[in-house]
């Protein structure tokens, strides 16, 4: 049998591997967790940006769009989203873009804001402006808008299904 003798050297040594294993195992999860971060963050900008291009491509066929809604798959979204920023896009004026929305997304008075990273699908409904607003279940959306003045109106409905308000 072989006796193994431990030296105050050999003890120090071994702290010394400990501390550099951990110093990797650190520097290795840094790097992932920035990696997820920077992932997260280019998955938000996609999102922004199919957003955008399903708001554009409503409002350029908005009778059809009121029958067959562009639905936009999907989305993780993150912070603001104005009516100002959808009317610079697509040409609508603020007053004719309505938002409705569900769990999780808080409408304010200049959009919808959502305060955690949500993924969700958002609806959106065109139609023009001249039809009667009365007969249809929009006016329940409408609270202080008034339609007069949009030959064109979108509803952006997000985390929300639009089938508890059209059959």
Known sequence: MKLV????????????RLLI???????VMSIIIVMVQKTNKESI????????Q????????????SKMPF????????????????????GLKEECIIFDAGPGIEKTDIGVEINKILKFDTTVYCNFGNVDILETPIIQLLENNTLENCPVYCIVFM???PKDIYP
Request: hydrophobic share 40%; charged share 25%; proline share 2%.
């Open 159 to 161: 985390n929300k299904n």
């Open 5 to 16: 003798k431990h030296t105050e050297r050999g003890q120090a040594f071994e702290v010394y």
């Open 21 to 27: 294993a951990f110093i990797i195992a650190v520097a």
């Open 71 to 90: 639905v936009i798959e999907d989305l993780k979204l993150k912070g603001m989203i104005t009516k100002k920023k959808l009317s610079t896009i697509s």
């Open 54 to 65: 399903g708001f554009i491509s409503a409002t350029k066929s908005p009778g059809t769009s």
């Open 45 to 52: 900008l996609l999102s922004y940006q199919n957003l955008e």
